[in-house]
T-cell receptor, first 110, second 113 residues
Framework: GQSLEQPSEVTAVEGAIVQINCTYQ??????LSWYQQHDGGAPTFLSY????GLEETGRFSSFLSRSDSYGYLLLQELQMKDSASYFC???????????FGKGTHLIIQP | NAGVTQTPKFQVLKTGQSMTLQCAQD?????MSWYRQDPGMGLRLIHY???????DQGEVPNGYNVSRSTTEDFPLRLLSAAPSQTSVYFC????????????FGPGTRLTVL
């Protein structure tokens, strides 16, 4: 089985940088994904780390350390539209889908 | 392209009623799945399919049935609705990038009274 832990809520200021952490315990692990979900909307894919290190996609970056069973999502130059819930998720390598963390609600203050 | 579509958007059922949630995709993806999302619980996998004619159970399959007769469609059936099945249901697909990059439909908000 797999379980992923992330903070329930994070608050940051517009224009700043925020990091959302995710720790995992898995019996099999092939990588860490991140999804964004606005209130009332569907989850949308942000990034995937199969290997240790940093992946950068515009203002968003994601990091993975397999030795520490840890990853994070880094959001830079925060905008009000970044207010959403962010989920980390992992797969066991097979085709059986993703296990999601419970999500981090990001609140951005002006 | 419509991507992943789900119908209905909202549904209210009485305990014991049955219904089918529809999911269709025009992305030619082999993998399709159903998740439910409850407050504070994240998304949990109900059933998934790796191709037409193949389905398997996820983390929370009890009370739900699926079938996959075509690549495009993956309906989710509630056989006898219970209040515990009140939730938001999302259908998702993934292609060659694998299950780590999934495309979600807009969701169906189901209330069971």
């Amino acid at each position: 089985g797999q379980s992923l832990e992330q903070p329930s809520e994070v608050t940051a200021v517009e224009g700043a940088i925020v990091q959302i952490n995710c720790t995992y315990q898995t019996s099999g692990f092939y990588g860490l994904s991140w999804y964004q979900q606005h209130d009332g909307g569907a989850p949308t894919f942000l990034s995937y780390n199969a290997l240790d290190g940093l992946e950068e996609t515009g203002r968003f970056s994601s990091f993975l350390s397999r030795s520490d069973s840890y990853g994070y999502l880094l959001l830079q130059e925060l905008q009000m539209k970044d207010s959403a819930s962010y989920f980390c998720a992992s797969s066991g390598g097979g085709a059986d889908g993703l296990t999601f963390g419970k999500g981090t609600h990001l609140i951005i203050q002006p | 392209n419509a991507g992943v579509t789900q119908t209905p958007k909202f549904q209210v059922l009485k305990t014991g009623q049955s219904m089918t949630l529809q999911c269709a995709q025009d992305m030619n993806h082999e993998y399709m799945s159903w998740y439910r999302q409850d407050p504070g619980m994240g998304l949990r996998l109900i059933h998934y399919s790796v191709g037409a004619g193949i389905t398997d159970q996820g983390e929370v399959p009890n009370g739900y049935n699926v079938s996959r007769s075509t690549t495009e469609d993956f309906p989710l059936r509630l056989l006898s609705a219970a209040p515990s099945q009140t939730s938001v249901y999302f259908c998702a697909t993934s292609g060659l990038a694998g299950v780590n990059e999934q495309f979600f439909g807009p969701g169906t908000r189901l209330t069971v009274l």
